[in-house]
């Protein structure tokens, strides 16, 4: 055991390490590519700190004083250390990390001044048996309040790495609420926003993006699927769900300016400067695939439009295993997520060559794609913000709960 917490010490130092060296890379490189080296380190802390925390149970030579600062340590790093971010800002990770590494040096100098030998646990430290009954008794005692907590912090950091690695970090779930993050790209004098979306936010979050648009030789790309031919049997909206969480739908969110034809990006005609440009980049329901149709109906059936959001989770979801198959998840994906990147991304070139600034306002789940299209096209991350979409405490939990009472009534 003592190997054990002497790897896990180590680990604690290295992964406040490599954080600190992938801070600094992102910033003056613009570029992930110790992302990778940062998380497996980080993830086998986690896995190490997991087991020696354990271990203190069974083990009664495992110096708590100075195992439990960083166990505290590593709590706090689940909630991605906030609220850390609303004091220093966009580097949080860095100060975080920096503040790790520090942590780490004053414990393991009080280690060595407690074993006068190694800043490292010694075999000195571990003299006699090391299983105590009364140790176990205690441990456990004081865990039956801890695990629940413990269970809970790590569900939400397994939630929130799903997330940010699904959007490519465009959405942020933090323990006040939803955050939805906007990236700023520049190559020359061409600026590129993408602005990741949600279908349900707070009016407030939809005013604060729609504000911040520039209107001088600006276009937009705006999101949206066409349904000329009528093909949706259902009435696809989110403006129920919206209601019952007391937030407001994208769908009723207008950015100003005027809209444009795809031909007129192509027009000789120079842009107007003081009007923002919008161009529907987005595609019609039917290009996509029979089963694609069915499970969007579907949806707007069982879940967007019915009385009960509980109600209509469950019946969506009988009839999804009943429906959808592997395959049909691949067509799906492909006719939501990529096919509709490939149609905003078609419009990239001649866009740039006639405006100074474009703005991508879509779906979350697009940006992973989007934004690798545009760092391979030499434009390099300038700015990022975020803006809190969903608060948690302004939710309507009562209103919330007599839903989930009536449906199951």
Known sequence: MRKLANLFLILFVVSAIFTIADALVRQFLSTPFLSGLQQFAWIVCIFCAVIVYLGLGFNRHLPKIILLPLFLWLFWALLDYWPLENFVGGYFSLYAACGQLLLAIVILKFNQRINHKSLLLTRSQFVGPAFSGR????????????????????????VDNLIETNTAGFVQLKPNGLYM?????????????????????????????TASIPGTRTLILAEGVSDESRLLTERFGYGKIAELLGLTSQENIHFQGRMIEATEIEALEPVKQDVTDILRADIDLKQFDPHTLEVLNALAKYVLNAKSL????????????????????????????????RSVLSYLPKAMSRYDILVIPWGALHMKGIEKAVLEQGFRLEESRERLSIDFLLLPYEKLWENMMGAEN
């Open 310 to 341: 509980t109600d209509g989770y469950f019946e969506f979801n009988r009839w999804a295993q009943e429906h959808i198959t592997p395959d049909t998840n691949k067509i799906i994906m492909d006719d939501l997520i990529h096919k509709r990147n």
């Open 181 to 209: 993050t906007e990236r700023i790209y520049r190559q020359g004098e061409k600026q590129i926003r993408l602005a990741g979306m949600i279908h349900l936010g707070q009016k407030e979050y939809y005013d604060d993006l």
């Open 135 to 158: 140790n176990l008794f205690r441990f456990c005692l004081i865990n039956i309040p801890m695990l629940p907590l413990a269970l809970i912090l790590i569900s939400y950091a397994f």
